[in-house]
């Protein structure tokens, strides 16, 4: 957890620096003077890893950080983008700028949700037990940086860590005011103002990021999309900080689940294969983070939660038979709205303390977390005339409260070895209400309990061994855990996480390589036994290798890869769909590789970068000849890729940066992922921009 930092040479001045118009609107908002400001101020909130190097070196897991020099360097268009630098992580790509989350993690199904993502240390998948965490991705205008914990350490946070935690750390307001643009291919535009100002003692500071993107899209799939975010903070007197921020967001893309045909793909059509289908978002957040140090190595850190969100999903209605004579989709008039409404408040509260237990120095950390979600999930009939508005043919409400107890102690055995053991317990209630038929009401309830335990070791001072063994978890949501009323009586699946590995630099050279194994079991297969229609009975095996490597040269010249190898991605038993024991998991390529070379010296920051991925089914029955049709799930083998983006930027001036990106620069034409059809790769694109900072 971060706080408010005072610089000391400036403490107390009453230098004058000049500001905006807008800055100072927001400064007197907040009845903050806008006279002097700090120069070093961070609002708390929680961390996954704080601290730098010395944090690092503390966690018993991989660790990876995309930090802001890599962001300002690879120039993201969303937050997959910047994943893709993480070894270990795959993306399923659906469009450019990611709308929807497809994130996979050592080996487990990218179109699945089984990795815990947070934004400032905070849940942001809009249901976490009652419904689809993949429908709303955070903008990456907002990010400073992303950190990504792997192993024991990732049982600080929950549920959904079998892949591990991804967390997006927002910047923190600018002192002074900055407007940023960007144009592109496919009439990409974008525009961006951040504003901020605080007060002369530095003990309270204020501002906002306005992010407003529109394009016609990679296929005409075109959207319209705006952020917003507000943070303010100030001291309490000498040991306790308060922050809070509010974020708003709203998107209309013209997305849907449906893709070309083969045919058409191979033909190299271009052109929205769902022209009438839209994807609209709105998302409201409130974070209030409150940290208060009770003496020299003790602290408290708490943050209240509060996020409500609606995604309206409109899709028009296929004529099947003549679809397949077509050889591409041939829409009706009819029209079915999913739509659904999140609302979810919480409190996590974690206190550590620096201790000495059994004549060993170390430092605990004991977390809490409450929570309670809702959705209200809606089916509507409505038909082209009227394609916004029809009758409700289903209505229901799936709620849940979580309560969540965390405990370690890291124990420094010797001044080389520290040894972390600790356990979480997840307790959870749901309950469905039917609107429609009663007889469909229940509940449900169950309780987890999740052990881990890690351990670093230092070789030597460029080498640093790690290493855990934790069980995490995936809870059922709402709609396997109550079908018909009748609660399935499931368990949480599980998975078995160990991992073992090595880091450490030497000079230029910075390195760190994991062997790592997740046994999944318990997963939620149709019930086969007791008239249920769930049951616990599927495992996956996942074991493979990861490692990022880096070396730079005096003359500005660096080199950055990564390679993940996951030769064991498989089902343990048979299952129905004809998915056999022995098969690949799907969207689980067995090659992973990044390889980025890069120059930053004086104004220039620049890198070409090329991204593998190998070949990957696009079901579990392993089916090779890719095929589908009607309303059926496409399966088949997707062929390797690899695209090359060459990205930069030109310090013009203190105050001037211009920035360009070329993605796909070989303009590579590949297959990204199928559901009803087939999601082509974007096309070659040029963006270019600007940010002037007054």
């Known amino acids: 957890m971060n706080r408010i930092t005072r610089s000391l040479s400036q403490h107390g001045t009453s230098q004058a620096l000049a500001l905006s118009p807008l800055a100072v609107a927001v400064a007197v908002a907040l009845n903050f003077p806008a006279q002097g400001i700090a120069a070093e101020i961070e609002l708390p909130r929680i961390d996954v890893i704080a601290g730098g190097e010395e944090a690092i070196a503390k966690q018993p897991g991989s660790v990876s950080i995309v930090s802001k020099e890599q962001l300002e360097r690879i120039q993201p268009l969303s937050t997959e983008d910047a994943l893709r630098q993480v070894p270990g992580v795959h993306i399923k790509g659906e469009e450019e700028t990611a709308v929807v989350a497809n994130i996979g993690i050592r080996g487990l199904n990218a179109a699945d949700y089984k990795t815990l993502v947070l934004e400032d240390g905070v849940p942001i998948a809009p249901g976490l037990f009652v419904g689809n965490g993949r429908y709303y991705n955070p903008r990456i205008q907002r990010m400073d940086e992303i950190e990504v914990l792997k192993g024991a350490a990732a049982l600080r946070y929950g549920p959904n860590t079998i892949g591990g935690v991804i ?79 509010f974020g708003y967001y709203e998107n209309d893309a013209n997305i849907s689940y449906r893709g070309l045909f083969l045919g058409e793909y191979n033909a190299g059509a271009e052109h929205n294969p769902a022209p009438d289908d839209y994807f609209l978002t709105e998302r409201k957040s409130l974070d209030v983070n409150h940290m208060w140090e009770i003496r020299p190595g003790m602290n408290l850190n708490t943050v209240l939660y509060w996020s409500e969100m609606y995604r309206d999903y409109w899709r028009f209605a296929v004529d099947g038979a003549a679809s397949t004579a077509a050889g591409s989709w041939v829409y009706t008039d009819e029209v079915k709205g999913n739509n659904r409404a999140f609302d979810r408040i919480g409190l996590d509260s974690r206190l550590t303390v620096a201790n000495t237990l059994f004549g060993m120095n170390g430092e605990a950390e004991i977390g809490v977390r409450i929570m309670e979600e809702e959705m209200v999930d809606q089916g509507v009939a409505a038909t082209r005339a009227n394609p916004r508005t029809g009758t409700v043919t289903t209505d229901r409400i799936d709620s849940a409260t979580s309560y969540a107890l965390f405990a370690q102690n890291r124990f420094d055995v010797t001044d ?90 030497s000079g230029a050279l910075r390195y760190e390589f994991t062997a790592f194994q997740m046994d999944f079991d318990n997963q939620i297969t149709p019930g086969v036994s007791g008239g249920l229609a769930n049951a616990n009975a599927g495992s996956t095996l996942h074991r493979g290798l990861e490692g990022a490597l880096g070396y730079g040269w005096g003359n500005g010249f660096s080199v950055d890869g990564n390679l993940t190898w996951i030769p064991v991605s498989e089902y343990r038993e048979d299952r129905s769909g004809g998915i056999n024991a022995g098969n690949r998991l799907p969207y689980s390529p067995e090659l992973l590789a990044n390889l980025s070379l890069g120059y930053a010296s004086g104004p220039v920051n620049a890198a070409l970068s090329w991204n593998y991925v190998d070949e990957q089914f696009g079901s579990g029955n392993n089916a090779t000849p890719i095929a589908g049709s009607n309303n059926a799930i496409w399966s088949g083998l997707l062929p390797s890729y690899y695209t090359v983006d060459l990205t930069g930027s030109y310090d013009v001036s203190k105050q001037l940066k211009l920035f360009g990106a070329i993605k796909n620069l070989t303009d590579e034409r590949y297959i990204a992922g199928l559901r009803q059809g087939i999601y082509a790769g974007p096309e070659r694109a040029v963006e270019v921009g600007a940010k002037y900072t007054f």
């Open 167 to 245: 967390n997006y750390k927002t910047k923190d307001p600018i002192d002074g005011f900055a407007v940023s643009g960007r144009v592109g291919t496919h009439n990409y535009r974008e525009a961006t103002i951040e504003a901020g100002g605080s007060t002369p003692s530095g003990e309270a500071e204020a501002g906002l990021l306005y992010t407003r993107a529109s394009s016609d899209g990679f296929q005409d799939k075109d959207f319209e999309m705006q952020d917003l975010m507000v943070k303010a903070g100030m001291a309490l007197g000498d040991n306790q900080w308060l922050g809070a921020k």
């Open 416 to 505: 080389k070895l520290s040894i972390t053991p600790g356990l979480r317990i997840e307790s959870y209630e749901q309950e469905r209400e039917d609107l429609k038929n009663s007889a469909n009401n229940g509940d449900s309830s169950n309780t987890e309990y999740l052990p881990g335990i890690g351990a670093t070791y230092k070789l030597n001072p460029a080498a640093q061994l790690y290493g855990s063994v934790y069980k995490a978890f995936s809870p059922p949501l709402n709609s396997q855990s109550i079908v018909t009323g009748v609660d399935q009586q499931l368990d949480a699946e599980h998975s078995t996480n160990v991992e073992f590995g090595v880091r450490g630099g």
